[in-house]
């Protein structure tokens, strides 16, 4: 399945994996350690539309956006509490956390068609095994 990205998206999800992996994002130490494989699988994939092949691909790159968009909640609210909530760095943050939460969205809609594809075909529920088996043409 192809998860399509405008290019507001993909510059917002670029500029935020960049800084967690340079480790000047808001989020925690902990927190980054669990989902860092999945941001530094996502960050090169940053160049166009995603194709998606698994269900698990689907929750890996889902962990990814979840937490990049988290990062940058942080950063607008400490944008606006330093800052005003019109300044220009709160605004852009802004627009950056907008663009990161509009993926979310269709990226959550996409894993439950796939789930519900998955259950449809296999006659089964869905389970940790199927979800890397199961394969998804684009």
């Known amino acids: 399945m192809i998860l399509h990205c405008s290019y507001e998206e993909l510059t917002a999800l670029d500029a935020a994996s960049e800084r967690v992996l340079e480790g000047t994002g ?3 130490v902990a927190a ?3 989902v860092l494989p ?7 994939r940053l160049t166009g539309d995603i194709s998606i092949d698994t269900l698990e691909e689907q929750a890996s790159v889902q962990r990814a956006v979840e937490f990049l968009l988290g990062d940058a909640r ?3 609210d ?3 509490l330093d800052e005003h909530p019109s300044s220009e760095s709160a605004i852009r943050s802004y627009f950056e956390y907008a663009h990161m939460l509009t993926v979310l969205d269709r990226l959550r ?3 439950d068609e796939m789930r519900a594809l998955a259950e449809l075909m296999t006659g089964r529920p869905h389970t940790d095994d199927a979800a890397r088996r199961f394969a998804f043409e684009d």
Not at 38 to 44: C, G, K, W
């Open 26 to 28: 808001s989020g925690g």
């Open 32 to 34: 980054v350690a669990e």
């Open 38 to 44: 999945d941001i530094e699988a996502l960050a090169p």
């Open 74 to 76: 942080g950063r607008t």
């Open 78 to 80: 400490t944008f606006i």
């Open 109 to 111: 809609h996409m894993g």
